[in-house]
């Protein structure tokens, strides 16, 4: 179990007004400060997201065709600074403090211990990481891979800060050395989007551009937090609003972002200290209610089609959409029919009147675009959500056409981009069809390990070898201490990274930390030739990136430098040559070119401003299903939702995780949340004052909060403070990675093996009983 160490410093107090503003450029000149090069790092911000610059390692929101030097945010800045900082792990450093001692320390202060600067090699006989050569590593790294007994025993993780260029190289080495064995952060964050929407309309990716933002009427923005997950995104939303159109939230907590925004770009609103709205409704469903309330608006729309028919109106629907483009929609309209309002009513949380006023609004919209994030994703009905609001979408034909569609924002900045070229444990046959025939071999294809069962493999033993293209692997996952015990019985562990985390200091018995160049920095060939990755954004926007600082150390590699160079040693050069590979990424988007024909003439598109759109055959109205349309969902509503079940038990909540203001993904910048008053301190547990009171606590009590799944292992976060904020009750909400103790590896999505990090049964019981 986790026991935190109480921050001296930690204080609750009145959350910021508005998102952005003056909060928003304090917190940047602090990230900027403290790299110890403020001006070095502020030039470095006007090459980022540009043409002839790179792209930002930060989230997967879109970028405007138009561009701007400034095109960049808060959550950009701190990435950048906390990539461009001149602290360095140094040798002595490692020598000084051992692997157990580092254990002890918090994600915050191990991060900003700096850049790893060579390769590092675990020493079981003193537990001290120790300097190694390049050489050595590769070398040591292949005798341990190649000693498994089959390559089924080594489970690799990818990171969605990979570039597409390794993540292809990266399934390239895989698939050749014998596995398919593919865990990503893909499968802890958007799995159920790509499961729901190669179902629903035949590809997992969304069908918007960031442009269609510019005409839409309407914007449902549900389950995520742009505030602090994709800054930018606020911009879209307020300039949405101030054209005349709206937007309407579904998000269980009330978050300052999505309420107001204050444009540090605006000098008259700095000034005068303003701010503009950034929703037009807003509605807090419960935990697990999403599906609930998107049901009960396709009742509204059904209903007054039926009125409009039976008073001799024009259609509500687009009965020429629904014919002529999708299937199943009887069968859905019987179930939705069926479905009574108190059900509804109870599931969502929501009055039968606030989901008929938020469903007016689709019925009064032309164009509507639904956006949605985490929220939705991590629970266990997730697909079937999801499905539902693309049904939801179906009724008025809003899909396939300008300024309408669906929208998955993803987390890092190239989780999409990974998934696209092969980062997948279950890949088309069409994909390893074209693999197979570029490389002239024959590939393995038994489906292979994704999160979950990578979980499973290292806890029943059968797993032998882990290997990590970035991320923090044993810290995002559910069951996290379970988790770094099996990781210490592993075999090989390798991780490729910029900084230390705690997932390097769960050490198998051979054990590699090899430092990799950041996004920010310089990668020049064996020509002196400047070097170019690409990504792809939420919007299926590919643009090239490349680094313009010195890298923080003359031994550090790119990611695909040591992906080659680790599959060289493993493999060989028979196949494929990757030394040649390695020293010109043009010929890595040649074969992804030759492998996947919709990236075209990539090298050329790439190098266009703004690179180019990967083509979405939904978003074209062309749906690659088995009935040749899109389809409407099936599914019932759940007989009882996690909330649902919880009430009546005494002190039972339904908890979700969430990142703090200063956090991206595991990284912790800051030990701020300014956004909802939180400061020196992750420790807390936002729950509803009534919540409160009815536990018989107050407001700043220390309490322990202990999961309820029972499969006879204690979970428990002892010595959380509680904070009071505005939340559904029965609902309570703590940051990650802190409390993804409380997750059980066990509890998954349906069809999308997500952690229903969304929706985790608990127990708030008095701190120390």
Known sequence: MWSPKMPKDEHIKKPSSAAGGWGALKSVGKQLMGTGQAVTGAKTLLKLNQADGFDCPGCAWGDPEHGSSFEFCENGVKAVAWEATRARVTADFLREHSVASLQTWSDHDLEHLGRLTAPLRYNAQTDHYEEVSWSAAFEGIAQALNALETPNQAEFYTSGRASNEAAFLYQLFVRLFGTNNFPDCSNMCHEASGVALTEAIGIGKGTVQLEDFEQADLVYCVGQNPGTNHPRMLATLREVIERGAKVCVFNTLKEKGLHRFADPQNKIEMIVGGSQPTSTEYFQPRLGGDMALFRGMSKVVLEAEDKARAEGQPPVLDHDFIAGHTSGFEDWCDIVRATDWQHIEAQSGLSRADITRA???????????????????????????????????????????????????????????????????????????????????????????????????????????????????????????????????????????????????????????????????????????????????????????????????????????????????????????????????????????????????????????????????????????????????????????????????????????????????????????????????????????????????????????????????VRACRGFRLVSYDIPRGCIAGYYPEMNELVPHQTVGTQSFTPTSKSVMVRIEPHGE
């Open 359 to 713: 469903a007016e609004l689709y019925l009064n919209a032309d164009k509507v675009i639904v956006t949605w994030a985490m929220g939705i994703t991590q629970h266990l009905h997730s697909v079937d959500t999801i499905r539902e609001i693309a049904s939801f979408m179906f009724l008025r034909g809003n899909i396939g056409r300008e300024g309408a569609g669906l929208c998955p924002v993803r987390g890092h900045s190239n989780v999409q981009g990974d998934r696209t070229v092969g980062i997948n444990e279950k890949a088309p046959a069409a994909f390893m069809d074209a693999l197979e025939k570029e490389l002239g071999v024959t590939l393995p294809r038994e489906p292979g390990h994704n999160v979950a069962d990578a979980i499973g493999a290292m806890l029943n033993g059968s797993a032998k070898a882990f290997f990590a293209l970035g991320g923090n692997f044993a810290r995002a996952v559910p069951d996290s201490t379970l988790v770094a015990e099996a990781m210490g019985k592993l075999d090989l562990t390798v991780n490729i990274a910029t900084k230390l985390n705690h997932g390097h200091l769960m050490p198998g018995k051979v054990s590699y930390v090899l430092p990799c160049l950041g996004r920010t920095e310089i990668d020049k060939n064996s020509k002196g030739e400047r070097q170019m990755i690409t990504v792809e954004d939420s919007m299926s926007m590919v643009h090239g990136s490349a680094g313009i600082n010195t890298p923080a150390s003359d031994q550090l590699k790119s990611e695909i430098g040591i992906i080659a160079g680790v599959a060289k040693a493993t493999l060989g050069s028979e196949v494929v040559d990757w030394d040649a590979l390695a020293d010109d990424h043009d010929k890595i988007r040649d074969m992804i070119a030759r492998v996947l024909p919709m990236f075209g003439e990539f090298n050329t598109q790439v190098r266009k401003p703004r690179g180019f759109w990967l083509r979405n055959p939904a978003a074209l109205r062309e749906w690659n299903t088995p009935t040749n349309k899109a389809n409407f969902g099936v599914a019932q509503l759940r007989d009882q939702t996690e909330w649902q079940a919880a009430q009546g038990q005494e002190a039972t909540f339904v908890l979700q995780t969430l990142r703090s203001h200063d956090q991206y993904n595991t990284t912790v910048y800051a030990m701020d949340d300014r956004y909802r008053g939180v400061y020196g301190i992750r420790n807390v547990v936002f729950m509803h004052a009534d919540d409160i009171k009815r536990i018989g606590a107050k407001a700043d009590d220390i309490v322990d909060v202990v999961g309820c799944y029972n499969d006879g292992r």
